[in-house]
Structures are given as C-alpha cells and as structure tokens.
Nanobody, 122 residues
Framework: QLMESGGGSLKAGSSLKLSCATS??????LAWFRQAPGKEREWVAN???????????DYPYSMKARFTISRDIANDMLYLQITNVTPEDTAVYYC????????????????WGRGTQVTVSA
C-alpha cells in the first residue's frame, strides 16, 4: 500500500518534502504525480531501481530545477523535495508504482496512494 504524507499549507518561496511509504513495492518503478483543481494529473518525477540498487531519476524539463525525487530502499520510503514553491504548485500530490519500466503517463501506473494536499499562498 502506498501512503503519502507531508503536505500542508505554505508560503511561496518555501521548501517542502513529501514522503510516501512504499512497503511491498520494492521492485517497482515509483513516481510522483500531481493534480490541480480542474486539471489533469501531471507527471512530476519517477525513479527506477536497477537490480544492483542503482537508481535513475527522470523529470519533465519544467520540473528539473526545483523537484528532487529520492528513495530510501532500506526503509521503504519515497520522497519528493520541492524548493522555492509557487502558488502554481498547489495540487494534490500522489505517489504511484508499476512493476515495469517507468512511464510519464498516469495510465502507465497500476497502484496509487490517496494523495496529500499542498497549498501554496503568495
């Protein structure tokens, strides 16, 4: 089961770290998506773990500067660090997994958490 935490209300310019408990999803591609009101679910980042435990992270170009995905394999945790947040980052953030190659599409993931709300004020 995937379970996000760490959301909340914050001011523009702040930093935030979201967490996702990933127990049982050790061999999966893990990802973060977000969905703002009235918009489609948007890919934020993904991380693939190779057999030798190396990881590879990917981001949309627009996210590379301020978003960092990371994984603590030993403790079954996934993280998303967001720096210099803006009101445009306001959304529900979801972690997702799939037991295959990573995808940039929400339809490419089979398991989802319930999401954590992030609200950024100016």
């Amino acid at each position: 089961q995937l379970m996000e935490s760490g959301g909340g209300s914050l001011k523009a310019g702040s930093s935030l770290k979201l967490s996702c408990a990933t127990s049982g999803f050790g061999d999966y591609c893990l990802a973060w998506f977000r969905q703002a009101p009235g918009k489609e679910r948007e890919w934020v980042a993904n991380i693939y773990t190779f057999a030798d435990l190396r990881t590879r992270a990917d981001y949309p170009y627009s996210m590379k500067a301020r978003f960092t995905i990371s994984r603590d394999i030993a403790n079954d945790m996934l993280y998303l660090q967001i720096t210099n947040v803006t009101p445009e980052d306001t959304a529900v953030y979801y972690c997702a997994s799939v037991r295959s190659a990573c995808s940039i599409s929400a339809s490419g993931y089979t398991d989802w958490g319930r999401g954590t709300q992030v609200t950024v004020s100016a």
